[in-house]
């Protein structure tokens, strides 16, 4: 059997939520029987600097970094990241961006300039580009992390596995959180899996 | 132990490198575990703590936290010790003469190199260490390594009563990966027992201790030859070889799927006659080693022909984009690494501070204040060196602050005799290693004021305890350090000891400009909870009125992520001269109130956010 492995990068700022929606999409590609392998990467991270994970999976996994030109899925949590982390991308591959900008300090003291449309360029580039804003959709739902559940929604439909397998792992997670937190979640997944698709 | 539990531990797990390791002590009946926080390495005391039956704990420093696993470890008991790669230079005072004394109970010392220098002050290959203390080291590839050769550590340890390192990178530690345990081992206290001529090391002692270590270096260079963590894998193409351990290991199998390969496991002492003979396998053979070319230039020296550095990079992570072409190239094969999609060059997002972080108001003050020299120290604090306060001008390791501050106002010369020398620290650092600053300043004589940011946590490695947080390891109530005696106690005059709200920035800025002036060594002590902290209670946010904001752009100066500029004009001031505005929001979902940012603005633009908050009410928490 070929060993193929999927490769997914998710990619944001700090406390977007970058990491708990890979540790879900890495959980549930577990229990699906493949072997999976994850970084993180902390430290300084947590402190609005650039945040990315790396989920691979198939047969077997070596290396838990994913190259550039690698990348079958990009999530991208904010639209300049998108753009950051594009050259990661393979040619047949997906980016899924959430078009809510979020600029950094840098930016607004007025050392750097941010990007003109990051999501026009990603389309020049030629890549199959795709967006929507999660973060209003979030913040409209009620809570500003739930930009999380959406973007897991967007991906749904382009994994190895069911939608409702990836969702029934992200639910699990909130199940002691409450009923009321499930269905949020729920929801959002929902908005992401109709608005990216 | 239930049969459901017994079985349930050798399920599949998908966990990180660090977890794997705080999973291989307790199931090696570790007793003692001990550390102080540092990135990569701090989830893995903070996993120990999960396992009752180990007794852990936040030591002060990694020296610290080396000597209490010794005396574990002398004991009888087994012990296990972690820090990041800049603990170990701390450490290794006890370090250099606990490896004349051996093991006792298994002692095994993980230490995490942050290579690619993700949250450190430098990059350094903790493998010396084995070298300059005649130790072994074990380098684990993924998760799954990180338990078992933990769990090989101990056995090893006491086989050779020997300290031995587990040395992790920054791919080991935070790549989660799947993880099955093996049998948990019961392992018996042998209890103290008391032998002077080994435990006691003064020169007498210490010397008979030597031929003892060299034995041990031969008997350990033996069992690296034979060692099953040290094993070839056969490739179907041997026109390269590789030599390899740790994170590479991984890298090299994805580049080259099909070369012959030699893992070392246990990578000192080298097995150096096993790589010899697979050396005349191959056609060529690489070395591939993170950071520094240790295993290259001792199979140099026994005359094994080979390529390392001289093709792979010495500085910052391998991957196979690194790894791949260089080898290729060796090979001949010029194939172009062409990305389809070309790299884009866009804005950095440096670190920032946390929205209503404490230390804001004081960097604004520090920017503020002229003539001075600022010495910093390590913590989320010394992102005070960058925008917009760039109010930081030293930075070397834990607790040089004071120390080098003291230097800078003993060695002023003509230019700096009217400058101001500042020291910047934080409560734990300061604990770590500061306070010897201070006792040096005060003795003698220095003239250093000193910022003590007590944020009653270790910040930047995610909020952990500490004394000056009077809660311990486990979330137990324990002491609490009273910094204002300390202060007194180190030789600080009382009345050169003050205490301040860094929210109420127009005080500190007054004891800050106070304190400056007086030529004896003085204390500021700020007194506001870490925002990642139980401790810190949020306030309701604010927003920006349109119509009354200026465009000065005085709040900017405060670096609170919270606020963005919505448009930038240009004006023609009366005199001629352009002036740059910056019109600005706050993220009213971001922000907590804390009111720094409306201390600057003149027209009062800033107010709360609705109308039933209080935006005016001064952050303050109850300081015990």
Known sequence: ?????????????????????????????????????????????????????????????????????????????????????????????????????????VVSIGLFDYPDNPFEQLLEKGLDAHQFDAGHAAIDLGDRRLINSIMLGAIADHLPFPAETLEQHLLARFAQKGQSVVDMNKEAFSIGRTAFA | MSTAESTAQYERQFISGNMAVAQAARDANVKVAAAYPGTPSTEILEYVAEFPEIYSEWS???????????????????????????????????????????????????VADDVGLS?????????????????????????????????????????????????????????????????????????FVKDPSRLVMVPGNAKGRIPKMMARDLALKQYAETCDLNFIEEGKDSAVGFVTSGAAYYHVKEAFPEAPVLKLGFSHPAPIEKIRAFQEQVEKLVVIEEVEPLLETELRAANIELFGKDIVPRIGELSPPVIKPAVENLLGKNEQYKNIIPAQDIFPRPPTMCVACPHLGIYYC???????????????????????????????????????????DKGRGESDQNKNVIAVIGDSTFLHMGMQGLLDITYNKGNVTILLLDNRAVGMTGGQDAPSSGINLQGEQTSQVDFRKLCEALGVKSERIREVNPYEM????????EEVKVKEPSVIITNQPCVLTERYSKLPPLKVEDDKCTGCGNCLDVGCPAITVTRRETVVKPNGKEKELAFVQIDSAACTGCTLCTKPCAPDAIVPATEFSCAHKINTVEVQ
């Open chain 2, 366 to 408: 520090l920017s503020h204040i002229k003539n001075t020299i600022i010495s910093g120290d390590i913590g989320c604090y010394t992102l005070g060196a960058g925008h917009p306060w760039n109010a930081l001008d030293t930075c070397i390791s834990m607790g040089a602050s004071l120390s080098v501050a003291q230097g800078i």
């Open chain 2, 119 to 191: 949250s450190s002050q430098n990059e350094q290959d903790s493998r010396y260490w084995g070298r300059f203390a005649h130790l072994p080291v074990l380098e684990p590839s993924d998760a799954q390594e990180a338990y078992d050769f933990t769990r090989a550590a101990f056995s090893i340890s006491e086989t050779y009563e020997v300290p031995v390192i587990v040395r992790l990178t920054t791919r080991i530690c935070h790549v989660k990966g799947v993880v099955v345990n093996s049998v948990p081992e019961l392992h018996s206290t042998a209890g």
């Open chain 1, 1 to 105: 059997m070929k060993n193929e492995v999927t490769n997914i990068m998710v990619c944001g700022i700090g406390g977007q939520g970058v990491m708990t929606a890979a540790d879900i999409l890495a959980n549930t590609a577990l229990d699906m029987g493949y072997d999976v392998k994850k970084t993180e990467v902390a430290g300084m991270a947590q402190r609005g600097g650039v945040v990315t994970s790396h989920v691979r999976f198939g047969n077997r996994v070596l290396s838990p970094s994913i190259a550039p030109g690698e990348a079958d899925l990009i999530l991208a949590f904010e639209p300049a990241e998108a753009l950051r982390w594009s050259e990661h991308l393979r040619p047949s591959g997906k980016v899924m961006v959430n078009s809510y900008a979020q600029l950094p300090p």
């Open chain 2, 60 to 110: 002060i420093n990694e020296k610290v936290s080396l000597e209490v696993t010794i005396g574990a470890s002398m004991a009888g008991s087994r012990a296990l010790c972690a820090m990041k790669h800049v603990g170990m230079n701390v450490a290794s005072d006890a370090f250099m003469t606990q490896t004349l004394i051996g093991a006792v109970g298994g002692l095994v010392i993980v």
């Open chain 2, 506 to 513: 127009p005080i500190l800025f007054k004891a800050l400009r």
